[in-house]
């Protein structure tokens, strides 16, 4: 079965394959880059996310995934290409460079969140909201997480951080969004970081502060493994959204471009 996709930018010029993260959807690539400097930009929506919502439970992992990138690759044509994303879509874009090295050229790994580690504790409560929703519906999920303690701490030390994951209520309803949330936390895009060594390719890897989703040890330790790794830091998301979009830009072009 093939994602759903969406495109910005010009189709003749360089394409780049980005994915987004979890809970999000292809939007969230095509708002972050909506006209990037001379390239085209391909953002699918992953199984459970945007369009891409028929597709069975079990298809949810980090190989399945990047196998189905690859398959979308396939179908335009497109034998390798720069590859990039955000919180999971970086680690679908590592677990494709490790797997399938000869389709990606440079990698951008935004916001990184996995490492080797299943059920990383940072996104437990992104994971807890699809099994509540789907255990006992979208209602009683809702008062579940507002009456979680590490929900409540969270909103008291950063609200924006917050809002993002009570954010996943507004998402459709369906086996594969609600089982999405918890199946990706309960795997991982690799087993050891020591494998990030193979990875020669030109990566690019970008955190910013104040950001509790995507700690800046996560990235810290991806980017001791990298060999060939450039590493800057944004203002914050949650915080700086405008400040932060014209960075990335700025940034990912200039990387792009080099």
């Given at each position: 079965?093939?994602l759903?996709y969406?495109?910005?930018?010009?189709?003749?010029?360089?394409?780049?394959?980005?994915?987004?993260?979890l809970?999000?959807?292809?939007?969230?690539?095509?708002?972050?880059?909506p006209?990037?400097?001379?390239?085209?930009?391909?953002a699918?929506?992953?199984?459970?996310h945007?369009?891409?919502q028929?597709?069975d439970?079990s298809e949810?992992?980090?190989?399945?995934?990047?196998?189905l990138?690859v398959?979308l690759?396939?179908?335009l044509g497109?034998e390798?290409?720069?590859?990039?994303?955000?919180?999971?879509?970086?680690?679908?874009t590592?677990?494709?460079?490790?797997?399938?090295?000869?389709?990606?050229k440079?990698?951008?790994?935004l916001?990184?969140?996995?490492l080797?580690?299943?059920?990383?504790e940072?996104l437990k409560?992104?994971?807890?909201?699809?099994?509540?929703?789907?255990?006992h519906?979208i209602d009683e999920?809702?008062?579940?997480?507002?009456?979680?303690?590490?929900?409540?701490?969270?909103d008291?030390q950063?609200?924006?951080?917050?809002?993002?994951?009570?954010?996943l209520f507004?998402?459709?309803?369906?086996?594969?969004?609600t089982?999405?949330?918890y199946r990706m936390?309960?795997d991982?895009?690799?087993?050891?970081?020591?494998?990030l060594?193979?990875i020669?390719?030109?990566?690019?890897v970008?955190?910013t502060?104040?950001?509790?989703l995507?700690?800046q040890s996560?990235?810290d330790?991806?980017?001791a493994?990298?060999?060939?790794?450039?590493?800057a830091?944004?203002?914050?998301?949650?915080?700086?959204?405008?400040a932060?979009?014209?960075?990335?830009?700025?940034?990912?072009?200039k990387?792009l471009a080099?």
């Amino acid at each position: 079965m093939l994602l759903s996709y969406q495109t910005t930018g010009d189709p003749t010029n360089t394409p780049l394959v980005f994915l987004h993260g979890l809970g999000a959807g292809s939007a969230q690539t095509t708002s972050a880059f909506p006209e990037l400097k001379n390239t085209y930009v391909i953002a699918p929506d992953m199984p459970g996310h945007g369009e891409s919502q028929s597709f069975d439970p079990s298809e949810l992992s980090f190989d399945r995934f990047a196998d189905l990138v690859v398959e979308l690759m396939d179908h335009l044509g497109i034998e390798s290409c720069n590859i990039g994303g955000l919180s999971m879509g970086s680690g679908i874009t590592l677990n494709l460079a490790l797997r399938y090295p000869e389709r990606v050229k440079k990698i951008i790994l935004l916001r990184p969140s996995w490492l080797e580690e299943k059920q990383p504790e940072h996104l437990k409560l992104v994971a807890y909201v699809g099994r509540w929703i789907e255990d006992h519906g979208i209602d009683e999920a809702r008062e579940k997480l507002l009456a979680d303690p590490d929900f409540q701490q969270l909103d008291q030390q950063n609200k924006p951080v917050a809002n993002s994951i009570g954010g996943l209520f507004q998402r459709p309803i369906t086996p594969a969004s609600t089982a999405v949330l918890y199946r990706m936390w309960q795997d991982s895009p690799f087993s050891d970081p020591e494998q990030l060594s193979q990875i020669g390719n030109p990566a690019l890897v970008l955190t910013t502060g104040r950001d509790e989703l995507h700690p800046q040890s996560t990235a810290d330790v991806i980017a001791a493994h990298l060999p060939d790794v450039e590493t800057a830091e944004l203002p914050p998301r949650y915080h700086e959204p405008e400040a932060y979009g014209l960075a990335l830009n700025a940034i990912v072009a200039k990387f792009l471009a080099g």
